[in-house]
């Protein structure tokens, strides 16, 4: 079965500072992996998504991450912390299901806190 | 283009009692997907349909029930509700040309009493 580690509950960072989110996962085979965000009380919106082409993957809002098959990691990853990025991360794997679907694993999620 | 639409956005049940949660996909969209969010946790699969099958089921007890329909809406009912019912309901969708990448609507926030 896929599923994915988030080795931290909470990450607080200062505006402009760089931002390390950490996910490690397991799979039986060749992950694809994803980036969600959730800001309060809003719905779950896509950061990136990794699906074995290009390890360094960009995504929305400077955001970045690469897949590393030696680490079994996928970090998140931006340059510099924007206070608008204040939210709940989660690190994501996609499993298929036998009736020929397929379902999201999430991890248990990253709070991010900006601080001025 | 409108995205994944659910309603109700809250509601309030007490225990015993048993809810109907709507979920409209994306336009084209013919797979959707049902995910429970408890507070403090990420969201736990419970269901996906495909043109109106059953796909998948997650690891819940047979009072949560699901169908789609011949317009790819869906539905979750839940019976006998229990207080750990309290959570988040995600409704999201998927096309067939984009098979990986599963969009979400808002939610509806069940409290249950």
């Known amino acids: 079965a896929q599923s994915v580690t988030q080795l931290d509950s909470h990450v607080s960072v200062s505006e402009g500072t760089p931002v390390l989110l950490r996910c490690n996962y397991s799979?039986?085979?060749?992950?694809?992996l994803f980036w969600y965000v959730q800001h309060p009380n809003k719905g779950l919106q896509l950061l990136l998504k990794?699906?074995?082409?290009?390890?360094l993957v960009k995504g929305i809002n400077g955001f970045e991450a690469e897949f590393k098959k030696s680490e079994t990691s996928f970090h998140l990853t931006k340059p510099s912390a924007h206070m608008s990025d204040a939210a709940e991360y989660f690190c994501?794997?996609?499993?298929?299901?036998?009736?020929?679907?397929?379902?999201?694993?999430f991890g248990t999620g990253t709070q991010l806190k900006v601080e001025l | 283009d409108a995205g994944v639409t659910q309603s109700p956005t809250h509601l309030i049940k007490t225990r015993g009692q048993h809810v109907t949660l709507r979920c409209s996909p994306i336009?084209?969209?013919?797979?959707v997907s049902w995910y429970q969010q408890v507070l403090g946790q990420g969201p736990q699969f419970i269901f996906q349909?495909?043109?109106?099958?059953?796909?998948g089921r997650g690891n819940f007890p047979d009072r949560f029930s699901a169908r789609q329909f011949p317009n790819y809406s869906s539905e979750l009912n839940v019976n006998a509700l229990l207080l750990g019912d309290s959570a988040l309901y995600l409704c999201?969708?998927?096309?067939?040309?984009?098979?990986?990448?599963?969009?979400f609507g808002p939610g509806t926030r069940l409290t249950v009493l």
């Open positions: 990794y699906t074995s082409a290009a390890t």
């Open positions: 349909y495909y043109e109106k099958e059953e796909r």
């Open positions: 999201a969708s998927r096309s067939d040309t984009s098979y990986n990448e599963q969009f």
């Open positions: 994501v794997v996609i499993g298929i299901l036998t009736g020929g679907g397929n379902k999201l694993t």
């Open positions: 799979s039986s085979y060749s992950p694809s």
């Open positions: 336009s084209g969209h013919k797979s």
